[in-house]
């Protein structure tokens, strides 16, 4: 594990959270990405993506830009494998080897543009609510409520957004 990682992901005693969960670093890289749906008023095909090719590094921030309409948000459906019509073509990898879709889902989280939070919260309580969904209760370091919310402001921490974590 990144020795960044490990600092980053710390409660305040300095027990490293990060060891304490399975973790594989992923690269994810694509290659020639097509995506056609057919229009639902003509029946003409559509090609919404055509030959897109990227390299997600594991640790890095990756940003995805472009003008309104350029397809960013269809790509990243495209590539979490949330495209449920259409034709999709091209290659996904995961460290080198094809995307699965299992293994993609329990290695990937991808926040959908209009995902829906409650306004009410603040974004550690969002945070938390999240991870008392999606977090395997066999993961000792998660285990208790007390493990889920150091383990949850570990991550707001390596977030950078501890001055925002009482903010709704």
């Known amino acids: 594990i990144d020795e960044d990682l490990k600092e980053s992901?710390?409660?305040?005693?300095?027990?490293?959270?990060?060891t304490q969960l399975p973790f594989t670093r992923v690269d994810l890289t694509f290659k020639d990405i097509c995506y056609?749906?057919?229009?639902?008023?003509?029946?003409?095909?559509?090609?919404?993506?055509?030959?897109?090719?990227?390299?997600?590094?594991?640790?890095r921030m990756?940003?995805?830009?472009?003008?309104?309409?350029?397809?960013k948000t269809t790509l990243m459906d495209v590539i979490s494998l949330r495209k449920t019509s259409g034709t999709v073509t091209g290659e996904v990898s995961l460290n080198g080897f094809p995307q699965e879709k299992t293994s993609f889902l329990r290695?990937?989280?991808y926040v959908e543009q209009f995902d829906i939070q409650s306004p009410e919260l603040t974004v550690r309580e969002t945070v938390l609510f999240s991870a008392n969904l999606r977090l395997d209760p066999s993961i000792?370091?998660?285990?208790?409520k007390a493990g889920k919310e150091r383990f949850v402001d570990g991550i707001i921490d390596m977030l950078e957004l501890t001055v925002l974590k009482d903010s709704q």
Do not use: R
């Open 36 to 59: 056609e749906v057919k229009a639902s008023t003509t029946g003409e095909t559509l090609q919404l993506l055509d030959n897109v090719n990227g390299v997600m590094k594991a640790g």
């Open 140 to 144: 000792q370091a998660t285990a208790d």
């Open 9 to 18: 992901v710390s409660d305040p005693a300095g027990q490293e959270l990060a």
């Open 107 to 109: 290695c990937a989280a």
């Open 62 to 71: 990756c940003a995805l830009v472009g003008s309104s309409g350029a397809g």
